[in-house]
């Protein structure tokens, strides 16, 4: 029941600051106004507000109070696999996916010795959310594994398609996270407002029986993410 009450007391303090009744730089009101506010004890607002911190919602100053955060970057988890789909459902903004390219090609040397076949399917697809491109992904899935595509599971979510029409069981990716100068084909396909820069994920993704399936190419604007991880000390 207890848990139930902070996670209820969680929820609608972050529905507060998403619809910026808190606003940036701003208190909450104190432990003790959120105790008489929510009719609950001091244990309870703890953990309400301790998730909060642990979320990046607020920071808890000593001597005074929580301080709202700023939420304009979007988290993305570097060790989780998530579909931008998925992605876009958590961030509760208007979304939309745009698909560029959509063909099979020969696999380039490089790409043959990641994924270790030729026939390879081609997507390029850029992500829009509140109607600016901020993601371009450049994906290549080896045929054999995924035969057909089209551009509505293209625009709607592959991974989706292939997990649930497919019955493909994706588990694990290798990745690797750099920062690169922005190419032509960024800037014609993203609205990059002038930065000079984007963040590069690029993953070898594998099925359940280890093998890899699919190597993808994310070049994100670098001043909309906030890459995310948890890391705990090995003793």
Known sequence: MKNNKYQAIYQQLVMKIEKQ????GEKLPSEHELMDLFTTSRETVRKALNQLAQNGYIQKVRGKGSIVLA???FDFPISGLVSFKELAKKMGRPWETVVHELETVVA?????????ERELWKVVRSRKVDEESIILDKDYFIKSQVPY??????KDSIYDYLESKMGLQIAFADKEVTVEEATDEDRQLLDLNRLTHVVVVKSIVHLDDASPFQYTESRHRLDKFRFVDFARRMK
């Open 21 to 24: 009744n808190f606003i940036p």
């Open 71 to 73: 939420r304009d970057k």
């Open 108 to 116: 380039s040397s490089d790409l043959g010795s990641k994924l270790g």
């Open 149 to 154: 595509l089209d551009a509505d599971i293209c």
